[in-house]
């Protein structure tokens, strides 16, 4: 099955999905925003990957305005040359609207991560030959003050159901596109990966979460996450700034 066939079959299996407070609001930038994420597909996920990074899910300043993951308006528009109409989600925050590519704030993390790849790597082409980028959940939720709320934050009984769905399609994705290594940004994605993939014959470990509420991160990200690499056997360009 291809991606987008994958991505369909999330999209259906989630649309039933209710949400309890705290949570208020959930964003599907699947729906709203599928004509960026259906050109990130196109352009990018074709074909066999060695490296697949995992994210955990939508940031409301990243794939929630552009519908690709770590979205970040500036690096998805200006460097990997995606931009297209972005449509609004059925239950918008009046404190998180979705502006698609006219949104005037950054998403740090997005910017860490794909800047890490474009001074690593140069052009998206050269990193997408070896690389993909998805993330493990494609909802992003909300309380009623606009705060996000992680996956891993919700109920139990919401999480388990949650999580079959979203375990579904990550196992479907890592078939069609027969990496060497799935990595989770994060120790969240990791732990989704191991049991989503159990028996496959896939490494996995992870990075460091580039967001700015780690200490870590703030201290030097990019020397950490290409050390990370490193530990697990992916090798990087010769000029890399990677420390063993």
């Not at 934050?153 to 990550?170: G, I, M, W, Y």
């Amino acid at each position: 099955m291809s991606l987008s066939g994958i991505t369909n079959s999330l999209i259906d299996a989630l649309s039933d999905f209710r949400f309890e407070p705290p949570v208020t609001h959930v964003y599907n930038p699947l729906c709203y925003a599928r004509a960026p994420h259906e050109q990130y597909l196109a352009r990018f996920g074709q074909g066999q990957r060695e490296v697949i990074f995992v994210g955990m899910n939508p940031g409301p300043f990243g794939m929630a305005q552009t519908g690709v993951p770590f979205g970040d308006v500036t690096m998805v528009r200006d460097w990997m040359g995606i931009e297209a109409p972005v449509d609004k989600p059925k239950h918008e925050h009046p404190k998180r609207p979705v502006l698609g590519f006219a949104c005037p704030r950054s998403e740090v993390s997005g910017t860490r991560l794909w800047g890490w790849a474009r001074d690593t790597f140069g052009t998206p082409e050269s990193f997408f030959k070896r690389f993909f980028v998805i993330n493990y959940c494609p909802l992003c939720f909300m309380e009623a003050s606009g705060k996000n709320r992680t996956p891993d934050k919700l109920p139990a009984e919401t999480r388990s159901s949650l999580f079959q769905a979203c375990d579904t399609a990550l196992a479907a994705m890592v078939t069609e596109l027969r990496p060497s290594y799935v990595l989770g940004v994060g120790a969240f994605a990791e732990q989704r990966i191991r049991n989503a993939l159990h028996g496959q014959k896939v490494q996995t470990g992870r990075i460091p979460h580039p967001s700015p509420a780690s200490p870590a991160a703030n201290r030097g990200w990019a020397q950490a996450a290409e050390k990370a690499l490193y530990e697990v056997g992916v090798t990087l360009p010769d000029d890399s700034t990677i420390v063993p």
